[in-house]
């Protein structure tokens, strides 16, 4: 009995040092971490574009295999569910299924973020005001961008175990752009397999997860905001004529596609919450390209960024 009384008295001391002595890139470290470490159910409330839905995330180690599934509460109920590499998406019925659709996940850009870069990016502030999101103790994360090129974000992160609670994009004048929010989280759930299992008279597609094959990049920027460097040091083939690159500033990542078109196309841009999609045409000898660049960032850097990308010289 004393022993187990020392032992919590030790795990707050340790929660407690933690927050009071470490920087807020500690708190996105843990954070990262917590996703794939975690075992957890939970709903939350995904926010953008003025459209609002409720999800339910389950994720666990079962038999040395990771399981994790996001379901759509609302609307058709939607269900992706992963078995390792293994990607199976669930509609209610046949007609539901949309070709090559697959739902997006919400937390997975979090899994990647790149700490080393963030502070040339961003001011990072650590809130001392106690916080609390999902009846859960919680630290809060305020990110600054030092320019005009990319958006301010907060989160706020479960004090006990590092895992993201809430999360809001900004845009300059301090607008919602984008939110992720639970309302519930367990973090010792009883999972087992049949939880991951569609539901009997459910319509399946089983998806491959292909790994984009690398290609030497022919492309580069004149100019890239501060911090945004390339992710990759080769292209990516997506297709037989397409190619693409990402980009980076530790925190938001740009997508640029590249490839041949046989006419022009003037310069659209089409926003959805804090995501911006630009597409541009650029002359390069007698060839026409189409750029096609996609990213969590203000819709200046889509456009900027669509006048400074040149064919690399052929010495490169």
């Known amino acids: 009995m004393i022993r187990a009384v020392l032992a919590s008295i030790l795990l707050a001391f340790q929660i407690t040092a933690f927050a009071a002595d470490h ?33 339910r995330i389950r994720h666990g180690l079962i038999g040395g295999v ?17 078995a390792d590499d293994s990607v199976i998406c669930v509609f209610p019925e046949k007609e539901d299924y949309t070709t090559g659709f697959v739902p997006g996940e919400p937390f997975k850009r979090f899994r990647e973020l790149d700490q080393g870069r963030l502070e040339s990016a961003y001011d990072i ?8 999101i999902a009846s859960r103790d919680a630290v809060k994360l305020v990110l600054t961008p030092k320019d005009e090129y990319r958006h301010g974000h907060e989160f706020w992160i479960d004090k006990s175990n590092g895992f993201l609670l809430k999360h809001d994009v900004l845009d300059a004048q301090f607008k919602l752009l984008e939110r992720i929010q639970f309302t519930s989280v367990d973090f010792s ?52 004529h397409t190619k693409m690159l990402l980009l980076s500033d530790g925190m938001s990542t740009i997508s640029v596609f590249v490839e041949p078109s046989d006419r022009k196309r003037p310069q659209t841009l089409m926003n959805l919450g804090a995501t911006i999609a630009g597409e541009n045409s650029i002359q390069v000898g007698e060839q026409t390209y189409l750029l096609t660049l996609v990213g969590e960032v203000p819709a200046q850097t889509i456009q900027r960024l669509m006048t400074v990308i040149m064919p690399k010289p052929n010495n490169d």
Do not use: C
């Open 189 to 240: 759930p009883d999972l087992k397999e049949e939880d991951f299992t569609p539901k009997k008279g459910s319509y399946t597609q089983q998806f491959v997860e292909m790994k984009p094959q690398p290609v030497a990049n022919d492309w580069t920027f004149e100019w890239l905001p501060e911090g945004f460097s390339l992710v990759w040091p080769y292209a990516r083939r997506m297709n037989e």
């Open 125 to 132: 502030q650590v809130i001392k005001e106690p916080q609390r």
């Open 23 to 55: 920087k807020g890139v500690d708190w996105l470290t843990r954070m990262t971490e917590s996703f794939d470490s975690l075992a957890y159910e939970g709903v939350f409330v995904h926010q953008e574009a003025g459209a609002m839905n409720s999800m």
């Open 66 to 82: 990771e399981y994790e599934s996001l379901e759509d509460l609302d609307g058709k109920r939607v269900e992706v569910i992963r």
